[in-house]
């Protein structure tokens, strides 16, 4: 066994390490153009990786890509004396990134001017201090100091936009305990087109497929029994729809049936219709209907996982929550790290929402933030608690799915 | 052009050549950040156009991942940074294939069914002839990510990093995986170059 190994089995909680195996151990050693490190290792197994390994031909770049992006890598960092404004926008990156600390770190060149600074310092400190006091005492006194936005801030909370209990029986599903994906799609469907689930990309998930409407009027055609939930903010009491019935989905409406059960839906109306769309289970393939990709749907925004914690119970309760942060608007984000959840967002109203690391109650120049920019960020924080702060002038909306175990009939919770 | 990069990258002085060392400096020094490219560029290309399967996607997802990857430079902490870079990678090929999914309407859907061969059919033609599309297009979508890694170069830990899974997942999806590539090889008759 390798050092490295050792090591790492080692620092393993159970002592064990579950990438300790003769064909991990052949496979890493045919990456790095070795012998194996385990005298356990199949040579037959390492043999017909090597073949494997052979076979791949990738075509290779154009000629000059390699060196024209070493180029344009080097030119974001910026040039020695200049400052974060000065470099140009146009050669920050697609997904916009925060001046990295080099652009603070580098400082301008220093000349001999430096020498009369402190004096200079001291003057200028000592003329603001005077006009400044001078102003103060001439101001008109008001009973109430006038409110400053970012010492007035609301707190935002979480808002249930949909929330059903899943059952096995619901819709002859099996059950939350085999569930292996998760997928959680910010959706947008133009007006007048239509689209079907009845492709495998929907129906090789064998649980539930919830559609909840954000803005527009959706109609949705089940083939199969559905759920509907005409006003699931304000009344959570969901109406059974037979199959082959249409149901009208407005603002906040939500319909839920099984993801093998296909429908088909449509725009009606004039605006885009933005939508969420939730889909778990076990994955089977192939599925059930054509192999194609979703049709006449834009993505805006996705969330998947193929490797989810299942609930370890029959049923599960799914819900989707919204968080909306009006500008100026400060949120103390810290999920618990064992929760199943996943966030969506639209990434174009992300201009000026920021993170930091922490509890803070507002920001201060010196609070180290980073750009929001994707989900993911929010799906797979780093430890601990962080703060999301709106500083646009657009609210802004977080859309989580958070899947959890729901108790046993005729067990009690207490 | 490999062994070029490699050579570059292997003649170059510096005080501690660890990836996680040169990402530090990074931050400030686009002469470690244009190290830790070289050594990773062509591997990152290749990922993605093994999963893009087109030259021109590659070449645009390859460069958002090395954009993301400097503008992420400050959160690598202490993850090890090449399953990093490579779940950066993971990440833009994901939003390619959401961005480019195919649209149509269901009253389009006849004339499709009626016209010549669809994308699908000439992108499976154009996979045909090749025997690495080939085997990894027979394979289970989650042991084909798992293969896709091991072809970039990834050891199993790292592709357990890159994936945010546990080391359990992959080791299962190399087993499935190892058996598929044995039966396959010996029955379906692969081109090998």
């Known amino acids: ?414 | 052009m490999e062994a070029l990069l490699r050579n570059q990258v292997s003649s170059a002085t510096f005080e501690d050549g660890s990836d996680n060392a040169l990402a530090v400096r990074a931050l400030h020094d686009p002469e470690a950040f244009t190290l830790l490219y070289r050594s990773y560029a062509l591997d990152v290309y290749r990922y993605c156009y093994r999963r893009l399967e087109d030259r021109d996607s590659a070449e645009d997802a390859t460069s958002q991942t090395f954009v993301n990857a400097y503008a992420g430079l400050r959160r690598l902490g202490h993850k090890p940074f090449r399953p990093w870079l490579f779940a950066i990678a993971h990440n833009v090929v994901v939003d390619v294939h959401r961005h480019r999914r195919p649209c149509f309407s269901l009253d389009e859907a006849d004339i499709h069914e009626s016209s010549g061969p669809s994308p699908e059919m000439l992108a499976i033609d154009h996979e045909e002839r090749d025997g690495m599309q080939q085997l990894l297009r027979q394979l289970s979508k989650r042991d084909r990510e798992v293969v896709e890694l091991r072809l970039a170069g990834l050891t199993g830990r790292e592709i357990a990093q890159a994936l945010g899974c546990s080391g359990e997942a992959v080791r299962a999806a190399q087993y499935r995986a190892m058996r598929d590539l044995r039966k396959l090889l010996n029955t379906e008759g692969i081109v090998e170059r």
């Open chain 1, 1 to 414: 066994m390798s050092r490295l190994r050792q090591s790492l089995v080692q620092h393993s909680p159970f002592g064990w390490d579950s990438l300790e195996d003769p064909l991990n151990d052949g496979w890493d050693a045919v990456v790095r153009r070795d012998r194996p490190a385990s005298p356990d290792a199949e040579l037959d197994d390492v043999a017909l990786l090597r073949r494997v390994h052979a076979l791949d031909a990738t075509t290779l770049p154009s000629p000059n890509f390699l060196g024209d992006l070493e180029q344009r890598l080097r030119e974001l960092y910026p040039t020695p004396g200049s400052t974060p404004e000065g470099v140009s926008r146009a050669q920050l990156p697609r997904f916009g990134n925060p001046p990295p600390p080099s652009m603070r770190q580098i400082a301008p060149p220093r000349t001999h001017r430096r020498i009369f600074m402190p004096a200079a310092m001291a003057v200028l400190a000592l003329v603001l201090i005077t006009s400044l006091g001078v102003r103060y005492f001439a101001l008109p006194r008001s009973p109430e100091p006038p409110a400053i936005p970012a010492a007035t801030l609301v707190e935002p909370t979480m808002e249930t936009m949909v929330q059903l209990d899943f059952t096995p029986s619901d819709f002859g599903m099996p059950e939350a305990s085999t569930w292996t994906d998760m997928y959680f799609n910010l959706i947008q469907i133009d007006p007048g087109t239509s689209f079907t689930t009845d492709t495998d990309w929907y129906t090789w998930i064998d649980g539930p497929l919830l559609i909840q409407v954000l803005s527009g009027e959706l109609t949705i055609h089940p083939a199969g029994p559905a759920r509907f939930y005409p006003d699931s903010q304000r009344d959570q009491n969901p109406e059974e729809i037979s199959p082959g019935q249409s149901v009208s989905l407005g603002p906040g409406a939500a319909i839920y049936y099984s993801a093998v059960d296909a429908a088909t839906g449509s725009n009606p109306g004039s605006e885009p219709v933005m939508a969420l769309q939730v889909s778990i289970g076990h994955l089977s393939v192939p599925g059930t209907g054509p192999d194609a990709a979703p049709i006449d749907i834009k993505n805006l925004d996705r969330q998947m996982d193929w490797q989810m914690d299942a609930p370890p119970s029959a049923g599960a309760s799914i819900s989707i929550q919204r968080l909306r942060l009006a500008p100026f608007d400060s949120f103390v984000f810290d999920p618990d790290p064992e929760s199943t959840y996943f966030c969506v967002f639209d990434p174009l109203q992300m201009d000026g929402v920021r993170i930091a690391k922490g509890a803070l109650d507002g920001l201060a120049p010196n609070v180290d933030t980073d750009r929001l920019y994707a989900s993911t960020q929010l799906t797979y924080p780093d430890p601990g608690p962080h703060t999301i702060v709106n500083l646009g002038d657009e609210t802004t909306n977080f859309y989580f799915l958070v899947v959890e175990a729901l108790p046993e009939a005729g067990v009690s919770g207490a």
